[in-house]
């Protein structure tokens, strides 16, 4: 803890910006004392801290203070954050203090678009792809840039995305080394600071993106007022609603694991609760609200809003409210059903009673298995553990990152020199590709017609295939793009609520969407024009293409501890005619121990939750697998992995041989050989263990 005079010196050296950040405050937070000074002194950090301890606050104020002290030129600031949705709610809360201090703020996303480049603001807030957008077609915007903030970054490490933001910032580096060399700005130098509220490997992740970082943490966990109850339907979750007005909930956010699940549940609130025989009447009266992708953004802002402002309401939502947008003080997290990482659950608690040292948590459960995790993450969540992270590098993103990289280049082709920029690590001169890699990649993209060999001058330039890429605006991405769906519009407006992907909507069906009732007055192709009847009941439920939940090995092992499960079994029982081995490894590890049996016993299964499913008994058997084996099964069916892993859009522009030996990687053999190796499949008997066991499928 620093002394007094520690902190009046911190005090004193925020000159300008003290008043403006921390007045109202009166002091600093653990964080924000640790990290000034350093920020101050121009190093690389990351700085890890919980949700709502001053995270945007200690890194923002230092380099205001810096920006006014040394008068630096606009566009001197990047914020890069993870969301749309976390960029405008950056900029709200960062314009009205910025302002006061002089300094120009601008958001930059597809939902805003417009910058003024020939008068760039001092301070920009935007996505890794907004980003990537304004690098490759107006490179000389960042030749002033003095300092990069990425927010959230274990959103981003660990994925597709990651590892463009790795990149982008390469580049970025060497436009400004260029721009010294011409005398175009002062300084190469690029501050990379990083903020995370959940990291396990924080060294790890800080030196995938900084410089010589240093890792700055600042412990401090509230606690965790939690019940868990039982949920065999939506009443349960109503008659729990109806006490809470006396228990001094007054706004709860409610965490659901699909969209159709937040559509039916807030439907079911706005309707009048039944407790007894009697009903009693909605505690939120029309101030229930639903968030999720799905519905359009204007839609979203305004829920988010009317949520954040409203002394009392209730917001059922996806992960898409996990982040830390702005939605007010909540007096209670409701989860439905468990999250499948520690990291998600400290986010999802972290939004509620962000003024207090304790959360208030109320988890409902619909079976034994969610009861356990609900569980398990609460000790992990109190026990300070964190999700184990294995990085890996996705090359699929050099092949984005080289078709945004020829927009950037002045030339429009790109040479051995140019791909470097990309390759290389500027600091140790490691490279993500080999000589002979580097050259199978661009063989098989000019092959491909993705990159084309001009005839009059040397380097690649852009194919057909590239061109079309260019055509749609998808250079700049490696978020999988969704599929075009129906849009739902007011009939009376003629706003646009949101998007579903059902295709055989009728006129007179009713439904539920944002938390309204809306009944179909006309479908026109792809067009459905609805109007709000909130005294309908839905006829119909929609349904929602997402991502498949997957438990991860780490949690899968903790429920395996739980029932009973030895480190060196496998245990195997018969129920209703089918027999299930209970693993416990977790996805993917499950389906390729699915694989591993059928080759090396023959055994037929299907994966079914945390175990495997047949009509055949199990062998009785110790499993020992040789890593080269399961190297082969991966490689083998490696498209499979590829969707499971999320290896990013550009994969399948990659060369085969790359594209398995990318799979193999990730999915890492050897810890899988570690997971299952020496277990014996035992056969169980006793209906009590049975019983037991069947608790976490």
Known sequence: MLSREELLRIKRALKYTWETFFSQFGRFTPIQEKAIPIIMSGEDCLLASRTASGKTEAVMAPLIELLKNEQWARLSILYISPTRALVNDLFRR??????????????????????????????????????????????????????????????????????????????LRSLKASAVDKGETDTAQLQTIALSATVSDPDGVASRYCLNPVVIKADGKRSIDAEFIPMRSAMDLQDAITTFQKRGIRKALAFCASRAECEELAAAIRREPKVGRGFVGNPFGDNVFVHHASLDRKVRIDAEHRFAQGQVGICFATSTLELG?????????????????????????????????????????????????????????????????????????????????????????????????????????????DAQAEKVLLDHLVSEDLLAEPRRRGGLT???????????????????????????????????????????????????????????????GHIVSVNIDNKKQASRNLKFRSNVRSLPYHLARMLGDLVGIAEDEMPAFELSGRWHLVHAVGEPFGRMLGYFLSQEFGWKSRGKGGALESKHRPPEAVIKAEESQIRDLVRRDFERFERALQMGPFQSYLPSSMREHSVESLFNPSRFCKAVNGRRIVLVEDQARMSRLCEIL
Do not use: W
């Not at 120009?104 to 935007?126: F, M």
């Not at 960042?142 to 580049?171: C, M, P, Y």
């Not at 409701?334 to 109320?362: A, C, D, E, H, W």
């Open 94 to 171: 960062l314009e009205p203090r910025l302002a006061e201090l002089g300094v120009s703020v601008r958001p930059r996303t597809g939902d805003s678009p417009h910058l003024d480049t020939a008068d760039p603001p001092s301070v920009l807030v935007t996505t890794p792809e907004s980003f990537d957008g304004l690098l490759s077609r107006t490179p000389r915007l960042f030749i002033n840039t003095k300092a990069v903030v990425l927010d959230e970054i274990h959103l981003l490490d660990g994925s597709a995305r990651g590892d463009q933001v790795r990149l982008l910032l390469r580049r």
């Open 325 to 433: 947008i702005d939605i007010g003080d909540i007096d209670a997290v409701i989860l439905i059903g468990p999250p499948y990482s520690i990291g998600s659950f400290l986010q999802r608690i972290g939004r509620g009673n962000r003024r207090t040292n304790k959360t208030t948590l109320v988890g409902f459960y619909r079976s034994k298995k969610e009861f356990h995790l609900l569980n398990l993450l609460l000790r992990a969540a109190e026990n300070g553990e964190q999700d184990e992270i294995f990085y890996s590098f996705r090359p699929s993103v050099i092949v984005q990152q080289l078709l945004s990289y020829l927009k950037q280049r002045p030339s429009g082709t790109l040479d051995s020199g140019s791909l470097r920029v990309l390759l290389d690590d500027p600091r140790t001169g490691a490279t993500l590709l």
């Open 462 to 524: 852009q194919g057909k295939v590239a061109h079309a890429i260019f055509e749609r605006h998808l250079e700049n991405s490696n978020i999988a793009s969704a599929a075009g769906g129906i849009m739902v519009v007011d009939d009376l407006t003629g706003r646009v609520i949101g998007e579903i992907e059902e295709k055989n909507i009728q006129q007179r069906d009713v439904f539920a969407l944002g938390a309204n009732i809306l009944d179909v007055a006309r479908v026109d």
